[in-house]
């Protein structure tokens, strides 16, 4: 029977395993497949980002992006073009949930084990499909393995009996970071990032102009230069979360709003009630736009 019966993701750099399935199977074959991924994925960095190990009745398949590397041990009949469905989809959904800081921060085995229960649904989906209803996407997937074949290992090669005591000495393999493509600006969008844009230098200025005069005559108006720098670089960071992807994004947004509007309230006195509506209107209605501008809509299923 066809089927994906383990999968995990590890850290490329240096084998560190981040999540895994955690079905367990007493087949002799099996085990001995875990032993020659674990040795694999200790020495992922020597190669491209897509390999395969074949055995007679199982093969590893690996897709590295970046910092992770997805794996999989599959029983040998089973679609490599399927496997790489698999794979992407569990890269897409890792990246999707942690950034590349709390990856090269974890200091300890299975820091995201929690991701397990993402991993258990992808691979029940692909294990219970019925028939090939992604055939666009196949074919996709199909033309790319064609332009980029990936490696072809023997499971029983020495390198991965091997790879255990040699893992942290490996040759230097860059990837490159995935990018992430957004939906594109909108009209609507455009209006908020130059308005976004002209509340920011309306900050400045009047932050610059106000700092001058503290630091000469009125120590005691620091806070209030704080509280007009401070929105400014709100602004910045608001058309920056627009125009690029972020992970965290809806807390970040949340905080820079908080912070315009808490500004704008505290310089109460310096703007009348106009002024800081159309600052706090301006944030809001970038924030807004923030959050409605998602991520492309991926392509994955691949029949599931």
Known sequence: MSLIFFACVVRVRDGLPLSASTDFHLNQDFLECRKRLKALSSILARYPSRGTAK????????????????????SSSYSTIMAFCFLEELRWEF??????RSINSASRPYAFIEFDNIIQKVKYHFNSSRGSR???????????????PPVQLQLEATELLNGLSNGGHAGGHVEVVPTYRMQPVTPLGILSLVLNIMCGALNLIRGVHLAEYSFQEDHEGIGNVIAFFLPFLACVFQCYLYLFYSSARKVKTFV?????????????????LW???????????????????????KQPDCGV
């Open 134 to 148: 992604a055939k666009a996407r196949w074919e996709q997937v199909e033309e790319e393995l064609k332009l980029q």
């Open 55 to 74: 055995g007679r009745n199982l093969s590893i398949h690996f897709l590295s992006s970046g910092d992770i590397a997805c794996m999989a041990i599959c």
């Open 275 to 297: 002024q800081i509506s159309f600052h706090i209107g301006v944030a809001s209605l970038s924030s807004y736009q923030i959050l409605t501008r998602q991520l492309l809509e």
């Open 256 to 272: 820079l709003l908080f912070c315009v509007c808490l500004c704008n309230i505290y310089l109460y006195g310096l703007r009348n």
């Open 95 to 100: 990246a999707a949930s942690y950034d590349t």
